[in-house]
């Protein structure tokens, strides 16, 4: 299947043939035909399964027919946790929509309000926000949400962790009730079922969980250490396997900035990226990291929700996360587009509860990797398993292909980044040799309609 058979309009098909967008990944052939046909959404998908494309691409399509005629007004409004993640997201936007008379912005805290104000003025289809600053504005009376025909909540478990509840009831209740909404999580604790039950409206439920994520061609290895001894076992991989991009993940911000004050003190640059470095500060060690002038980068979970880069090589949990689902979040950032990807998870004498339950959720127990200076037996025995397995004949400098892959129970999944092969030989452009007429139908209970495409 490619992307001519979601019945995507032709300027998004041309965008997605210019980025190198060929093959939908599984979010995406279950959710945009859904939300062509105006359905509100639930979806159970992390960061990583192209579910930004998944919400973004229908509703573009929907504008691309049903331009607005007169002044711009806000159409579209995006919610999401961070600055970074917001950024990404609107820059998704723009590199799909190049084709289309369609403007965008991005609005978060921690920079001026001025440069927003005036794009603002100018008007804009696409607000992508994070909550506490659009409130902000709204407030001041520079945002008029009553136009609104989209909604969309992404990483809506990370709003409410950080207190967003309370926020997004407000902005909720400045915009239409008559409108199409979209609710993605990576998880569905019961704080976002009821979220979901009073903002969405007879919805189609999509999922792409941990088990039914394909996470290709990493290798994962397991090393029991000391937590005294966890900066030297850090400084030991970095030196001797030399990795092109890695990406070293702590569970606290002072975590963060001592494990960058550490490697400094050995002679290894790296910058810390969380919640209370300033967005400049961010931005800076983002597109370092991006263009490959920065080799480390050290960050918390929720800041790295807006870490979107293709070619990191190693990832390393210097503190395993205390939700497993979250050790599935970390490594998927290695091994995309069908690259290869190498995970280690250190694991103290304090962590083994936090190991047992991701093994547990994995199915899997992580291959032990003991052929390292700092391998520890008290470190394992705390775990409580009798017998792990053990990895064998692995040098840290002479690191060998493992058959060991993530194998737990999962669909055929791909990752967020799309192959960059050529399209489908026999692409016909729609299904069945036209598309189809239920395309053309009134979307459900919202008065709204699609014009027929004629080709």
């Known amino acids: 299947m490619d992307f001519s058979s979601l019945n995507l309009c032709q300027p998004l098909l041309d965008a997605l043939d210019e980025i190198g967008y060929v093959t939908p990944t599984p979010i995406q052939v279950q959710a ?88 603002l003025r100018r008007g804009v289809d696409i607000l992508v926000a994070t909550p506490g600053r659009l409130l902000d504005l709204i407030s001041q009376g520079y945002v008029d949400l009553s136009h609104v025909q989209f909604l969309v909540l992404d990483e809506a478990d990370r709003m409410l962790d950080m ?31 009821e979220l979901s039950r009073d903002m969405l409206d007879d919805p189609v439920s999509v999922s792409i969980t941990p088990e039914s994520t394909t996470v290709e061609a990493i290798e994962q290895s397991l090393m029991f250490v000391m937590k005294s001894d966890k900066r030297g076992l850090l400084r ?75 070619d990191i090589s190693h990832v390393i949990n210097l503190d395993l996360p205390n939700e497993p689902e979250v050790y599935v979040h970390r490594i998927g950032r290695t091994g995309r587009a069908g690259q290869g990807g190498i995970t280690i998870a250190f694991c103290d004498e304090g962590e083994g509860e936090y190991l047992r339950g991701i093994e547990k959720m994995i ?33 840290r400098g002479r690191r060998q292909p493992s058959n060991h892959k993530f194998s737990a129970k999962r669909s055929n999944g791909k990752s967020n980044h799309q192959s960059n092969g050529g399209r489908n030989s026999g692409r016909n452009g729609g299904r069945n040799g036209g598309r189809n007429s239920g395309r053309n139908s009134q979307r459900s209970g919202r008065g709204q309609s699609r014009n027929q495409r004629n080709h």
């Open 163 to 193: 207190g967003f509840i309370r926020d997004i009831r407000k902005i909720l209740a400045q915009i239409p009730k008559k409108r199409q909404s979209l609710l993605f999580s990576a998880t569905m604790p019961r704080s976002i079922v």
């Open 363 to 395: 199915r899997q127990d992580i291959p032990v990797d003991e052929n390292q200076p700092f391998h520890s037996e008290n470190a394992r025995s705390r775990k409580g398993d009798k017998a792990p397995k053990k990895q064998q004949n692995r040098g």
């Open 32 to 119: 945009i035909p859904e939300l062509i046909e105006g359905r509100d959404m639930l979806g159970c998908a992390q960061t990583g399964t192209g579910k930004t494309a998944a919400f973004a691409l229908p509703i573009l399509d929907a504008m691309a027919e049903d331009p607005w005629s007169g002044s711009r007004r806000i159409r579209v409004l995006m919610l999401c946790p961070t600055r970074e993640l917001a950024a990404q997201i609107n820059d998704n936007i723009e590199n799909y929509a190049r084709h289309l008379d369609i403007r965008s912005m991005v609005m978060f805290g921690g920079v001026s309000q001025r440069p927003q104000e005036k794009l």
């Open 236 to 310: 030991h991989i970095i030196e001797e396997e030399r990795p092109k991009k890695v990406l070293v993940f702590s569970r606290t911000k002072h975590g963060c900035n001592r494990i960058v004050k550490q490697l400094g003190q050995d002679g290894i640059e790296a910058l810390a990226i969380h919640g209370n470095k300033s967005q400049g500060a961010r931005e800076k060690a983002l597109g370092r990291f991006r263009k490959g002038t920065l080799q480390v980068l050290v960050a918390t979970d929720v800041a790295s929700r807006g870490i979107d880069v293709s």
